[in-house]
């Protein structure tokens, strides 16, 4: 079975571009998450979904982030306008259930010149 | 609030090995689940043991075991036979139940196992 999908792999743009990122999760999977990957702070999450419906988003860190779920088998996180601190590894999770395992996709690396 | 703990910023083992990954966390409650995470140098994040405090028995998968002792609220995790493959960044988690699903993370253990 394919596994959570995140495009691209790796993206490099200059400051105030704007940034998306795209996750196909597990089919059949209810959940999906958004996180964000950084030396300094560890693994955050930022946003989650339930059934295409964005449940808490209080990760988010600012404005400049929003993320979508048009339908079950794909998310967008976007950033506009990208700053350099938003560098980082981005990462897609989805699960069976809330308290089941998540999955992880490979992530993004993103870095903002 | 709840916190994990990973005292070992850094190991390393020769191949063949046994070696014991601590992760202690602070919570006040009952019900919640714990979660180890293996981080390759590829970046990925991969699922490598679930356990559930409500199970007294230590989960197991393969080389991969834990040793869960809810009164003291630990939760380590032993390779058995370690292997070249098992090189990595390990992470132990934390999710309460009746939350938001949200894994609480510790700092990671970067694991290195030497031919």
């Known amino acids: 079975d394919a596994g959570v999908i995140q495009s691209p792999r790796h993206e490099v743009t200059e400051m105030g571009q704007e940034v998306t990122l795209r996750c196909k999760p597990i089919s059949g999977h209810d959940y999906l998450f958004w996180y964000r990957q950084t030396m300094m702070r560890g693994l955050e999450l930022l946003i989650y979904f339930n059934n295409n419906v964005p449940i808490d988003d209080s990760g988010m860190p600012e404005d400049r982030f929003s993320a979508k779920m048009p339908n079950a088998s794909f998310s967008t996180l976007k950033i506009q306008p990208s700053e350099p601190r938003d560098s980082a590894v981005y990462f897609c999770?989805?699960?069976?259930?809330?308290?089941?395992?998540?999955?992880f996709g490979d992530g993004t690396r993103l870095s903002i010149l | 609030a709840q916190t994990v703990t990973q005292s070992q910023p850094e190991m390393s083992v020769q191949e063949a090995e046994t070696v014991t990954l601590s992760c202690t966390y602070d919570?006040?409650?009952?019900?919640?689940?714990l979660f180890w995470y293996k981080q390759p140098p590829s970046r990925q994040m991969i699922l490598v043991i679930r356990q559930e405090a409500y199970k007294q028995q230590n989960a197991t998968e393969n080389r991969f075991s834990v040793n869960f002792q809810k009164a003291a609220k630990s939760f380590s995790l032993k390779i058995s036979d370690s292997q070249l493959g098992d090189t990595a960044m390990y992470f132990c988690a934390f999710m309460k139940q009746e939350s938001n699903y949200q894994l609480i993370w510790g700092a990671g253990t970067k694991l290195i196992i030497k031919p």
């Open positions: 999770a989805s699960s069976f259930g809330g308290y089941q395992p998540q999955h």
């Open positions: 919570t006040s409650e009952s019900n919640y689940y």
